[in-house]
């Protein structure tokens, strides 16, 4: 725009006293005469009605504020509940914790001409007149639009835009009131706009707004004043612009798409130790989202060989195991692990995760192929796919298909066919004796992830071996971070594989030695598991009593191990109910996707040895009473 000086132009419209249409420009002295005219001609064509009162009007505007467009972003959604659903998850992913009472409000704009004014905190309306709320004028948008014709959109970009740029603006929820236009919008300063294709259905004349402040009382008005009467011209900035970072632009849009879709995840902070109640925001609740299934995590005794550990080798061990990092505590733990599993030699890795990649990734490579269960657990997906064999993906838990695959792999260099014990998702368990049967006859590698059947499976938590009294994989991987309470992996196996694996596996030979602290109190408390599996027993008798307490209230459920999958499958609706249960006290986490398939969102439950009969009962109770709670 020139030096010449700027007009707010502004045209309201109304049939009988009841507002029928409303529009404004910012333009320079030489364009308001014909801006005038085309929103006059704007407000006779209303599709709400044929005006008789047109409200023109054209004043000098001092300094403008020049500021840039929201970025946009659009949900699609089925059906306008959805939408509503999206709206909410969309607010809370952007810090407005009792979204969902925000959007209850919502009904409460529709008699409004302006927007509700709400604390996003406390919810207090803060408008000085509630009924007609507080409007947003004086703003235009940089790049001119007809101004006879309504562009939704773009009017509403332009809004949304300075509205979220006034001081203590965090969102703002939109609905048109115009019958035909469905699509509506969040907008918050974290995710920018957002376009819900669906907020009510056709025919509908309810709209309204909700602008949501945070901040002091006493600058609320100066807030007021910034959306009431400063001038603002809202830019689409050039892509070339080199002031705002731009490379941050399309996180933030994949951020709020994650967000619209019900899949963010928060992390919680956990203040007391782990065991079967927990202190979370201040609250104990009976948990039931931890691996730690013998409660060595807490155990004061193996606490006290971790910190003795400590004090005798230190915190670090200063350099990777081929190095000068193998400490006596890393060979003790080696041995132990291999004596426990009857095996002759085993390796240990900082991490699980870089227990299957690492071990995957060394064993096959380019020429071999490796055969992997559809639901095996991300670090065997990724070491696959970081090996550079070729993956042969076969249904879950389906040993035909193994075999059959496994027939038409003869001219590889390597087979190796790999799985998880007990499915982390699912709770079910491989048929081992098949499997080694099927490996064997094909000459291929087998690989077990017993992440979950440590300390679990079998009369002695000795795992599948015991479980089906057969032979043992080439490849038995564990973790130490389940069962044992403590943090890393471990591949057990005969001779020459360990060996090849501590000569070629990278994330062993690339990182420093695993924690000092994680060595020996894994240590500790697999002696107390080899000494004595009452607990073990224990922890089989809860699984039995939870599923069937799951099974006197309506809820079908089944495991091979300690996990409890409760099928739910929206994943919002996976959320509705883990959140339900946790207001009733019991942490019991949605699993969605990525973790699962989408639309096979669950909440999964994990029994510990220590859960008290009380706990399992009241549990299973609360989680029929939370899944049907949605039904009402
Ligand atoms: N300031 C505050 N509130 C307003 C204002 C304003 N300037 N104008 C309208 N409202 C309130 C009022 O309560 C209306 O009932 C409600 O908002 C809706 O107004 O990306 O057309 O003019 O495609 O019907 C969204 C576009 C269009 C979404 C929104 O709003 C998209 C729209 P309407
Ligand atoms: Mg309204």
């Known amino acids: 725009m020139s030096s010449e000086r700027l007009f707010g132009v502004k045209m309201r419209a109304s049939q009988e006293g009841r507002h029928v249409s409303g529009a404004e420009r910012i333009v320079p002295a030489s364009r308001v005469a014909q801006t005038l005219a085309a929103l006059a001609d704007r407000a006779l064509r209303h599709s709400k009605g044929e005006p008789d009162f047109i409200n023109l009007k054209a004043d000098a505007v001092g300094e403008v504020v020049r500021i840039p467009s929201l970025p946009v972003s659009t949900v699609e959604v089925a059906d306008a509940a959805e939408g509503w659903a ?50 947003a004028t004086n703003m235009d948008s940089a790049v001119s639009s007809p101004a006879n014709v309504k562009n939704h959109f773009a009017e509403a970009l332009v809004l949304a835009s300075k509205v979220l740029s006034a001081p203590g603006i965090v969102g703002e929820v939109c609905m048109s009131d115009d019958p035909n236009y469905v699509t509506g919008y969040v907008a918050t300063r974290r995710f920018g706009y957002c376009r819900i294709t669906k ?103 193996v606490a006290e060989a971790a910190a003795d550990a400590v004090r005798r080798h230190g915190t670090g061990s200063g350099a990777s195991r081929l190095v000068t990092g193998t400490l006596t505590p890393h060979v003790g733990l080696e041995r132990q692990i291999a004596a426990f599993k009857g095996s002759a030699d085993s390796i240990v890795y900082a991490t699980g995760y870089m227990a299957n990649l690492g071990t995957i990734a060394a064993l096959v490579g380019r020429g071999d192929v490796v055969l992997s269960d559809a639901l095996n657990h991300a670090s065997i997906i990724d070491g696959c796919r970081l ?77 599948l071996s015991e479980r089906f009294a057969c032979g043992h994989p080439d490849l038995m991987m564990g973790t130490l971070s389940k069962a044992l309470g403590a943090e890393g992996g471990y591949v057990a196996g005969n001779a020459s594989v360990v060996e090849y694996l501590r000569q070629r596996a990278r994330p062993f030979m690339f990182s420093t030695a695993p924690d000092i602290a994680a060595m020996a109190g894994a240590a500790a408390a697999l002696a107390r598991l080899d000494g004595d599996p009452s607990r073990v027993r224990r922890l089989q008798a809860n699984v039995r009593t939870f599923v069937a307490a799951l099974a006197e209230n309506g809820i079908a459920a ?69 899944v049907r709670q949605h039904d009402d």
């Open 558 to 626: 089944k495991t091979d191990s300690a996990i409890v999958p409760i099928l739910i499958g929206d994943e919002c609706e996976a959320m509705r109910v883990s959140g339900e249960l946790e207001k009733r006290g019991f942490l019991i986490p949605a699993i969605r996707y990525p973790t699962v398939a989408h639309g096979a969102a669950r909440l999964r439950a994990a029994v510990r040895y220590d859960h008290g009969e009380e706990d399992l009962t009241a549990a299973a109770a609360a989680v029929a009473a939370a």
């Open 387 to 463: 090996s550079g064999a070729d993956v042969v993906v076969y249904p879950h838990l389906d040993m035909d298909a193994l075999d059959g695959r496994l027939a038409s792999c003869r001219a590889y260099r390597r087979r190796l066919a790999v799985s998880d014990g007990v499915f982390s998702m699912d709770g079910d368990m491989l048929d081992l004796p098949r499997f080694l049967e099927v490996c064997r006859r094909h000459d291929a590698f087998s690989m077990v992830d017993e992440a979950h059947a440590l300390g679990v499976v079998g009369a002695t938590g000795r795992g």
């Open 199 to 301: 907020l009510k259905e056709p025919g509908d004349e309810a709209g309204g707004r909700i602008f949501l402040y945070r901040g002091r009382r006493e600058d609320v008005a100066a807030t007021i004043d910034y959306l009431e009467r400063r001038a603002v011209v809202v830019e689409t900035p050039s892509p070339d612009a080199n002031a705002a970072p731009r490379r941050f632009d399309s996180l933030e849009r994949e951020l709020s798409e994650i967000a619209a879709a019900g899949l963010r995840r928060e992390t919680r902070m956990v203040s007391s130790r782990s065991g079967c109640h927990i202190a979370v925001g201040g609250r104990t609740l009976v948990s039931f989202a931890s691996n730690d299934y013998l409660g060595y995590a807490s155990d004061a005794e």
């Open 86 to 135: 999206r709206a909410e998850e969309m607010l809370k992913a952007a810090g407005v914790a009792r979204a969902r009472e925000v959007c209850g409000l919502f009904r409460e704009t529709y008699s409004m001409r302006g927007a509700m004014l709400l604390d996003a905190d406390t919810l207090e309306r803060l408008e000085p007149n509630p009924e007609r709320g507080v409007r």
